[in-house]
């Protein structure tokens, strides 16, 4: 919720929230969180050696 609402605060140009600033501040708070909890995972995954390996095999079943 803090990450919609600081986010909605500054996509506000006007000091009238409407439903547009709502809206773009909360896709806007999405991407952020995204990126901050989502994509710390995403690339300790793919750099795991589990992953490494699941890959060379796919790789080689394409030969």
């Known amino acids: 919720m803090h ?3 600081d986010a909605v605060f500054w996509k506000d140009e006007d000091g009238i929230i409407s439903e547009n600033d709502a809206m773009s501040g909360i896709f806007d708070a999405a991407d952020r969180i ?3 909890y989502l994509d710390p995972k995403v690339y300790r995954a793919i750099r ?3 992953y490494r390996s ?4 796919l790789g080689e079943s394409a030969l």
């Open 48 to 50: 795991s050696e589990r």
């Open 54 to 57: 699941i890959l060379r095999k």
């Open 3 to 5: 990450e919609i609402g």
């Open 34 to 36: 995204g990126k901050k």
